[in-house]
């Protein structure tokens, strides 16, 4: 499937699991005049008086149908970003900030990837206020991330930039140390060199639907080495809280086909 068929795909899929509806009519009963014939009466536009609670939740509910609008417009600009950058071969300027930034902000949504994902799962009349609150902000943060994901795979064609990104995005997930920090940043460098040798970066991804299959076979290889390798040297637990696994991997490349049946793939 095409990366971009397959990106508007997950963005439909995005949307529909991020809507969240309550809708609430009140309507005031007819007025009957006894021992005549009914009056008519116009349409009131008196509006019920609602509780402060009512009114909270209605402002929530407006704000996270807001929300939905944000993201639906940080995945158009992550299609036309990534499209722009195509041709550049790898030689695209860091837009979104500092490398080290980028990884921080990517690191911060990983830990509450799954609270999202089972607050989207449950019936929304079932969420408190602090629960809608909560799905909103995670919500917001996992936009950010969907914006910076064309820029995330550029860094494969800069292996100092590569290494940088996976240092601050696991240091910032798992709560590492600096000296864990220094040995994710150069493990994950080298990686990257490595991949650049292989012809497995992104820009030098075949143009051609068949060598496509090809190399996309050898890079999910590849990728699957790399996790293996985290995991080795990650402390104990660390690996789980940063998520790392071959669909993290997929995600940050924008593979959205191969993770239909992945819970990465539900934003």
């Not at 439909?12 to 309507?27: D, E, K, P």
């Not at 009914?38 to 609670?53: D, E, I, W």
């Not at 799954?114 to 206020?129: G, H, I, K, N, V």
């Amino acid at each position: 499937m095409p990366r971009m068929k397959a990106f508007a795909i997950a963005a439909a899929v995005i949307l529909v699991a991020s809507v969240v509806f309550l809708g609430m009519r009140r309507s005031l009963p007819e007025t009957v005049v006894p021992h005549f014939r009914p009056a008519v009466l116009p349409q009131s536009t008196v509006k019920v008086p609602t509780s402060g609670t009512d009114v909270s939740v209605q402002q929530l509910e407006a704000r996270l149908a807001e929300e939905t609008q944000a993201r639906a417009k940080a995945e158009a600009e992550a299609d036309a970003l990534r499209k722009s950058i195509a041709p550049m071969q790898g030689q695209v300027v860091v837009t979104l900030g500092k490398v080290e930034d980028i990884g921080k902000r990517t690191g911060a949504i990983l830990p509450a990837l799954a609270e999202m994902l089972a607050l989207l799962e449950r019936d929304p009349a079932t969420l408190s206020a602090d629960e809608k609150r909560r799905l909103l902000n995670l919500q917001r943060q996992h936009a950010e991330v969907l914006g910076m994901l064309p820029e995330i795979a550029g860094f494969q064609d800069r292996p100092e930039e590569y290494g940088k990104f996976f240092r601050n995005m696991i240091q910032q997930s798992a709560s590492l140390a600096d000296a864990q920090g220094d040995s994710i940043e150069s493990y994950m460098r080298q990686r990257a060199q490595t991949m650049n040798q292989l012809g497995l970066n992104t820009a030098r991804e075949p143009q051609d639907a068949q060598l496509e299959a090809a190399w996309e076979a050898r890079r999910d290889v590849f990728n699957e080495e790399t996790v293996t390798g985290l995991q080795n040297l990650l402390p104990p637990g660390a690996a789980g809280k940063a998520g790392i696994s071959p669909e993290l991997m997929e995600f940050l490349e924008m593979d959205f086909d191969k993770m239909a049946t992945s819970r990465l793939a539900k934003p």
